[in-house]
Each structure stands twice: as structure tokens, then as C-alpha cells.
């Protein structure tokens, strides 16, 4: 049951042996001494602290409910194994080098391995030293992840200056392990190993002819079309015929600027 409204200068006490509500005016008791003088639409607000839920039967039902928000589930697969994993630390990678996609290669092979931080400057310089000369025949570039655009890089570039080079192309993939030990070894916590699969490249460049019906082979020379239709549309020539035809063709249907001023000039008779 409600109580009558409180006031600004009105306090409610309650009885207590079963005694009638009684009410005195006056500045309620949780106004400072030195405020009470002051009228009531002057005096500062309360701050009323928040309380925490109460269940049924704990008794005391006054004063505002601070509601608690339930906390939000780790429902996503990532949420979950960030999580799990926040209790690891990563102790070691272990690559495992697939074997070469190719048989029967010379033991005196050129083998460039191209790695995401390596320049091409370097790479380049030492390829092109070695295969200038006549005892070497073949060279190797592999490369993997982040670092395939820079292997085909530096196979386009050796192509381009030694002329007549066969070439075959495997794409394969490499597993790498990493080993993942808990922070607190006497937590319980298995070790966890995490494979990763990540693709990789391997180009064979070769002076003497290759097996042409080989899977991935490509004859010296094949590319030269390719690289010509590629130039011939970026030309800029091209580029401004696909747009409208030319100069004159932009123009075509605009009046002279000539023939505009005289017919503004014309006074009408």
C-alpha cells in the first residue's frame, strides 16, 4: 500500500509498536545544516546511491532497483578460441619443407628460395651472375605466402633479359606447426599444436628444352603476345579512341564559338 506523497518539508516516520503514521514539517533530515535556510527549489538534489537487486523475501523493497545486465555469452568460434587461447604462449615454429614437385633435377641446380623480406635487387643480382654463364642450365625460384608475387617477379625479370628460357609451374601447398605450451603449467592445460596450410609456388626456368606435355609448361616466347596486347590497351592512343573517337570527334555537334557571338550581336529587325 502507498503512503501519502512526501514533500519538500514533510517526514514520514513510521511506528513502532502499531502507533498511527505521524508526520512533522520541517527540512528533511538528509539536508545539510548549514542548506536548511535555504528555500527547497534552491537546495541541491541528493544523490541517491543505487542498490543492488533484492530477491523475494530479503526484505526492504524501498528505494530505486539498480537493475544488472546479464552478461553476454561467447557465442562465436573466434570469441571462444580467444579465449582458450589466452592462456598460451606460443613456444616454437616448426616448418615442414614439402619435397620438390619436380624429378630428376641436375645436382648443380641454381636454387633461389624467396623469402617476404627479401629484395630483388639481391635476389636478381645473384640468379642472373650465375645463369650468364654456361655451367649453369637451370635455376629453381619456390616461394611461399606472401612472397609468391615477388617469386613470379623475379621469374618475369629473368625471362625478359635471357631470352629463350623453358619454364614449368607447380603450386603446392606447405604445412607449418606451431607449438602453443600453457602459462601456468600445473593449471592442467595440454600443450596445443596449431597446422597451418599456405600455398606456395615453384618455377623451373631452364636453358635446354623441357618435357613439353608436362602439366604447368610454358615455351619461351609464349607470353611475348600477352605482353603485347597488354601494352597495345594501356597505350594512351587507345585509351582516348575507346572514350570517343579522337579529338574531332568530341567537337563533333558543338557549334562554333564564332557563330554564337554573331547571333548575339544580331539586333532584331
Known amino acids: 500500500m502507498r ?3 512526501r514533500g519538500p518539508g514533510l517526514t514520514l ?3 513502532g509498536d502499531g502507533g498511527a503514521l505521524r508526520a512533522s514539517s520541517g527540512p528533511p533530515s538528509n539536508v545539510p545544516p548549514g542548506l ?3 528555500p527547497p527549489r534552491l537546495r541541491p538534489r541528493p544523490v541517491r546511491p543505487a542498490l543492488a537487486r533484492l530477491g523475494p523475501g530479503s526484505g526492504g523493497g524501498c528505494g530505486r532497483r539498480a537493475r544488472s545486465l546479464p552478461r553476454k555469452p561467447l557465442s562465436s568460434p573466434r570469441a571462444l578460441a580467444a579465449g582458450v587461447m589466452e592462456n598460451y604462449q606460443k ?3 616448426v616448418e615442414k619443407p614439402p619435397p620438390l614437385p619436380f624429378a630428376n633435377l641436375p645436382p648443380d641446380i641454381l636454387e633461389m628460395k624467396v623469402k617476404d623480406g627479401s629484395k630483388i635487387r639481391n635476389l636478381m643480382g645473384f640468379a642472373m651472375g ?4 654456361e655451367a649453369v642450365r637451370q635455376v629453381l625460384f619456390s616461394g611461399a605466402g606472401r612472397a609468391i608475387s615477388k617469386t613470379i617477379t623475379c621469374v618475369e625479370i629473368m625471362k625478359r633479359r635471357l631470352g629463350g ?3 614449368v609451374t607447380k603450386v603446392f601447398f606447405t604445412q607449418t606447426e606451431e607449438i602453443w605450451e600453457p602459462l601456468v603449467p600445473e593449471a592442467g592445460l595440454d600443450p596445443l599444436t596449431v597446422r597451418r596450410n599456405t600455398p606456395a609456388i615453384c618455377v623451373l626456368l631452364s ?3 623441357l618435357d613439353p606435355r608436362e602439366p604447368g609448361y610454358q615455351a619461351p616466347g609464349a607470353s611475348d603476345a600477352l605482353w603485347l596486347e597488354t601494352a597495345r590497351l594501356a597505350s594512351p592512343g587507345h585509351a582516348k ?3 570517343g573517337g579522337g579529338r574531332g570527334a568530341g567537337r563533333a555537334g558543338k557549334q562554333p564559338r564564332s557563330l554564337g557571338r554573331e547571333e548575339s550581336c544580331q539586333k532584331p529587325g
Open 3 to 5: 503512503g501519502p506523497p
Open 13 to 15: 516516520s513510521l511506528p
Open 36 to 38: 536548511r535556510h535555504l
Open 91 to 93: 613456444a616454437r615454429i
Open 130 to 133: 650465375r645463369m650468364e654463364s
Open 165 to 167: 628460357l623453358h619454364q
Open 207 to 209: 636453358k635446354d628444352p
Open 241 to 243: 579512341r575507346k572514350q
